[in-house]
Nanobody, 126 residues
Framework: QLQLVESGGGLVQPGGSLRLSCAAS????????IGWFRQAPGKEREGISCINRSDGSTYYADSVKGRFTISRDNAKGTVYLQMNNLEPDDTAVYYC???????????????????WGQGTQVTVSS
């Protein structure tokens, strides 16, 4: 069974940093385009960053551009989301997801991903 597991969430003060990890179980992560999404209370899930399978190109939502960095370590089968200069509006449950192996490129649309992790809570508060 294909599974993704996120880790690294927690409570951080405004201006702080966290690094989220997304690891795969049951499949090889390097063969998939991966996206990071988040969902705040009362809001729809939104795509914030993604990384292509093949060329490693990365994409960001305007809300996180310049503060978040996505990367992948294929040897470890893990995709990371480094989050710097966190703001209270970044408070949400963060999810990683894998797109179908048919696609080498990623997109920031939730409907394009078929395998999701369970999420990890990120709370930014003083």
């Amino acid at each position: 069974q294909l599974q993704l597991v996120e880790s690294g969430g927690g409570l951080v003060q405004p201006g702080g940093s966290l690094r989220l990890s997304c690891a795969a179980s049951g499949f090889t992560l390097e063969y998939y385009a991966i996206g990071w999404f988040r969902q705040a209370p009362g809001k729809e899930r939104e795509g914030i960053s993604c990384i292509n399978r093949s060329d490693g190109s990365t994409y960001y939502a305007d809300s996180v551009k310049g503060r978040f960095t996505i990367s992948r370590d294929n040897a470890k089968g893990t995709v990371y989301l480094q989050m710097n200069n966190l703001e209270p509006d970044d408070t949400a449950v963060y999810y990683c997801a894998a797109r179908s192996r048919w696609f080498s490129t990623c997109v920031l649309s939730t409907g394009e991903y078929r395998t999701w992790g369970q999420g990890t809570q990120v709370t930014v508060s003083s």
